[in-house]
């Protein structure tokens, strides 16, 4: 009787390791198309399309337009851990910057965004979410 429960629990054992343990929580990958909002008051909300390119051990980067696919307001950079994000927008056009920190999940992220003109403060912190 011993012997028959010492080779089921090895089985099972074989079965996990080989399968892979089901506890370990995969990465959620961040690349693809983002519908973003930053609301900068209570009449005026910016969108755009951002489009994450890589997303890999924590480091994001992509780029923010006006149109699915097109990348013509500026790049972001920033990273990952666990369930919060922190990027940073910089335009094309230099000056303007935006850093944008919060949550993450796989279909959405909320935060709060501070914008900055030529290194200086100019408004926020703005709320802002973002949505596949």
Known sequence: MKRVTFMV???I???ILLSGCPSVAKTRSLVGTWNLSVIKS???TFTAFMQIT???KGNLSGY???HEGYGNYGTISGTTSKDNI???YSSYEGGE???FTGKFD???MTGTATVCINSSYKSGPHDWTAHR
Do not use: C, K, M, P
């Open 9 to 11: 629990l090895i089985a």
């Open 13 to 15: 054992a074989v079965v």
């Open 42 to 44: 209570e009449s005026e």
């Open 54 to 56: 890589t997303h890999e």
């Open 64 to 66: 923010l337009g006006n």
């Open 86 to 88: 922190s990027f940073l």
């Open 97 to 99: 910057t935006i850093q």
């Open 106 to 108: 796989s279909v959405g």
